[in-house]
């Protein structure tokens, strides 16, 4: 049975990867290595509990040891790498759990698979590949004319947050050229969908505007991004991981390039049409300060994933933001339990 080493399993992208895995293969097992931070909600794979193809290790990729056992013990035949420190405002708050994650956490996952690696058989060494999850932040900003970003745009990341996914890409970079070691890169475009962490821009305008709450919006509201469904990015990473050529990064993006004020107007439309009772919604909107150094826009360029691998997405950002409103009301009780904070309890220990 194949075995894949999944990190960062129980947050927003890395948990829908793992259910599209499991959902899709029955021959195949999933190791779950997460450091169950506020952003690893154990709700997010509750339905996989009592599936044996199935286990999580509560632990961090920082910690070389650990994930040299787990190596040793499930020989995974792919290391999938989500663990990251990923929110832009935390990062500048704090930066140095980013770096820590990011580039010092990342780094040790890479020498422990790299070790791991030395010791299997040929035919199990020369099928093993490491996949690095990555972000379009690292390549900075974009003008309303630049063309959009691809493979070879310069890095220049902009926040504590994607300079420390940037270095975490070069470490990447350099086990490939150093010593061989078989790793993929896909840095994506901004992710939305199901059991996205309500700090982020479309759950939490979604969730504010359901409870009455005002809508936050940064500046003027004219910060343009690419968004991709979480369910077409999974499926990006999975064909990179089958068919991905060595040493090579792939971006993955939506071709939905909209504004942040875009996005509030769409999700407030969809909203008075589902809760007539409360609209209209977008009297909620407010305008508040910029965030410091706010990247204007983002845009990713998908043709070396279509023409070499034929992957495209498949949602419509119409489609998807639709789905997207209808998964957070239907599902109140996962909602609730996240803004409450009640999902953590258990982390805590409190009863």
Request: hydrophobic fraction near 30%; glycine fraction near 8%.
């Amino acid at each position: 049975m194949k075995t894949v080493l999944v990190t960062g399993g129980l947050g927003f992208i890395g948990s829908n990867f793992i259910r599209m895995l499991l959902s899709e293969e029955s021959s195949l097992r999933v190791i779950n290595l997460d450091k169950q931070t506020y952003a690893g909600n154990p709700e997010n794979l509750a339905d996989l509990e009592c599936d044996d193809r199935y286990q999580v290790v509560i632990g961090d990729i920082g910690d070389e040891g650990l994930v040299s056992r787990i190596l040793d013990e499930h020989e995974p035949d792919a290391v999938v790498n989500f663990a990251a420190e990923s929110h832009v405002d935390r990062s500048i708050d704090g930066p140095e759990p980013f770096v820590q994650t990011n580039v010092l956490g990342t780094l040790r996952l890479l020498e422990a698979s790299r070790k791991f690696l030395a010791g299997l058989a040929s035919d199990k060494s020369e099928a093993f590949r490491f996949l690095h999850v990555s972000t379009d932040e690292v390549y900075g900003s974009l003008t309303p004319e630049d063309p959009a970003f691809c493979e070879t745009t310069p890095y220049a990341p902009n926040s504590p947050y994607s300079a420390s996914k940037a270095g975490a890409d070069h470490l990447v970079r350099s086990y490939f050229h150093t010593y061989g070691f078989p790793v993929l890169t896909t840095n994506c475009s901004n992710n939305y969908g199901p059991f996205q962490f309500p700090e982020k821009l479309i759950p939490l305008m979604i969730l504010n505007a359901c409870e009455g709450k005002n809508l936050p919006i940064y500046g003027d509201g004219g910060n343009v991004r690419d968004w991709l469904h979480v369910e077409d990015h999974c499926s990006g990473i999975r064909t990179v991981l089958d068919g991905g050529r060595l040493g090579e990064t792939y971006c993955i993006g939506g071709n939905s390039e909209k504004t942040n004020m875009e996005i509030v107007d769409t999700i407030c439309s969809l909203l008075d049409e589902k809760r007539p009772d409360k609209a209209p919604h977008d009297q909620l909107k407010t305008f508040v300060k910029d965030r410091p150094g706010h990247d204007r826009r983002y845009a990713i360029d998908c043709s070396k994933i279509k023409q070499e691998l034929g992957w495209e997405p498949r949602y419509s950002f119409e489609e998807g933001i639709a789905q997207t409103v209808d998964w957070y009301l239907e599902n109140s009780t996962w909602c609730e339990n996240v803004t409450s904070g009640n999902y953590q309890r258990e982390r805590l220990g409190i009863s």
